[in-house]
Each structure stands twice: as structure tokens, then as C-alpha cells.
């Protein structure tokens, strides 16, 4: 099956700092990608859609600002946490639609921790 | 709106089936996604329907009701590794998935 990978799978910064994560579809291309956010014991949460090419789509109630992203060819979208605080902490989760059948795949997450 | 509902929590026994129901209302529909999420890990993806029916795939099937807006997910032969949240998703008109919150399934020895 197809794969998505993210990376880092976790990191732990001081509060203040920007964070980075990568999502990348190995084997196929994905002009659309999102990232979701999980809080314990709760759904996953769409923070935005990413599209190749062209802005995010941000979800009501998410600041563009904070949480920048690009996704800058048909296999890699960024999510850059900037000016990290400690509510930030979470659990990061991208996934890619195959651009083939629109099947949806998900990268094993990143988990954020702000000191 | 757009809504998925979907049982908190059900618990079985090892080796028996369960049945997890998922009811949906979305803007457009483009399909009905099941999803396992163990505790801190991301979601695995375990079927798609987009027509009605049933999708066996071993163990796990899918049931798609598409005029009911209705899907369930079928477990055979329970395992206790089968412990896990089970997420109901829709993909909307804009191809963008509306998450249940999923169904914690505890199985007992």
C-alpha cells in the first residue's frame, strides 16, 4: 500500500522556538494534503488543507500565522509551529489523497512537546 | 450540518464478533472511510465503501447503506490486539473526511 511518512516523529522544544514537521507520500503523488491535530481522548481535528502550488486552506479557528504551511512539490507539504507555547503541545498527523483515486493514507504522526 | 455519529465505547469478548455502527450526514458524499487508532499512534486505514454492500477483507468487513446513511464495521474472531479506538469517517463534496469520534473497543479475555 501506499506510505506516508512524517518526520520528526517526535520533538521536544523550548517554548518560543519554531518547529518543523515533514509529510511526505513515498511512492505516489498527492497534490492534496492535510493536517489534522489530536488532543487526548479526542478526534482528530482538520487544521487545514494543503495544496500544491497554491495557499492552505486553514480550519475556522486556526491561526495561519502560527501554523505556516507549504507544500512545495507534489510529494512534501511542511508544517511549520511557530513561536511554540506549551498548549501546542500535540499530536501532529498529516495525510496525503493519492492524486490516482483519491484514496487517503496517513503519515504515523508527530508528537510535539513544548517545554 | 455535517454529522458523524458513532457509539463512545463497546466491549466483547475475545473470539466473538462485534459490530460497530457509524451514521453520517455530510454535504455530498464521495465515500464512508473506517479507520483503527491504538492509543498514541496515528489511524490505520482498514476499508473504503462508496457503493452499498459489504466489503469483506478477513476478519474485517464493511457495510455501506447509502440512502440510510448508515455504515458498520464488522469484527470476527475478536483478538485481544483488536483493542483500539475505531474512527467512522465521510468524505464530504470537497473530498475533505468529517471524523466521528470514534469508538473505543475494549476486548476481554
Known amino acids: 500500500g501506499a506510505v506516508v511518512s512524517q518526520h520528526p516523529s517526535r520533538v521536544i522544544c523550548k517554548s518560543g522556538t519554531s518547529v518543523k514537521i515533514e509529510c511526505r507520500s513515498l511512492d505516489f503523488q498527492a497534490t492534496t494534503m492535510f493536517w489534522y491535530r489530536q488532543f487526548p481522548k479526542q478526534s482528530l481535528m482538520l487544521m487545514a488543507t494543503?495544496?500544491?502550488?497554491?495557499?492552505?486552506?486553514?480550519e475556522q479557528g486556526v491561526e495561519k500565522d502560527k501554523f505556516l504551511i507549504n507544500h512545495a512539490s507534489l510529494t512534501l507539504s511542511t508544517l511549520t509551529v511557530t513561536s511554540a507555547h506549551p498548549e501546542d503541545s500535540s499530536f501532529y498527523i498529516c495525510s496525503a489523497r493519492a492524486d490516482r483515486d483519491n484514496e487517503q493514507f496517513f503519515g504515523p504522526g508527530t508528537r510535539l512537546t513544548v517545554l | 450540518g455535517q454529522n458523524i455519529d458513532q457509539p463512545t465505547e463497546m466491549t466483547a469478548t475475545e473470539g466473538a464478533i462485534v459490530q460497530i455502527n457509524c451514521t453520517y450526514q455530510?454535504?455530498?458524499?464521495?465515500?464512508l472511510f473506517w479507520y483503527q487508532q491504538h492509543a498514541g499512534e496515528a489511524p490505520t486505514f482498514l476499508s473504503y465503501n462508496v457503493l452499498d454492500g459489504l466489503e469483506e477483507k478477513g476478519r474485517f468487513s464493511s457495510f455501506l447503506s447509502r440512502s440510510k446513511g448508515y455504515s458498520y464495521l464488522l469484527l470476527k474472531e475478536l483478538q485481544m490486539k483488536d483493542s483500539a479506538s475505531y474512527l467512522c469517517?465521510?468524505?464530504?463534496?470537497?473530498?475533505?473526511?468529517?471524523w466521528g469520534a470514534g469508538t473505543k473497543l475494549i476486548i476481554k479475555p
Open positions: 494543503s495544496n500544491e502550488g497554491s495557499k492552505a486552506t486553514y
Open positions: 455530510t454535504s455530498g458524499f464521495n465515500g
Open positions: 469517517a465521510a468524505m464530504d463534496s470537497n473530498y475533505q473526511l468529517i
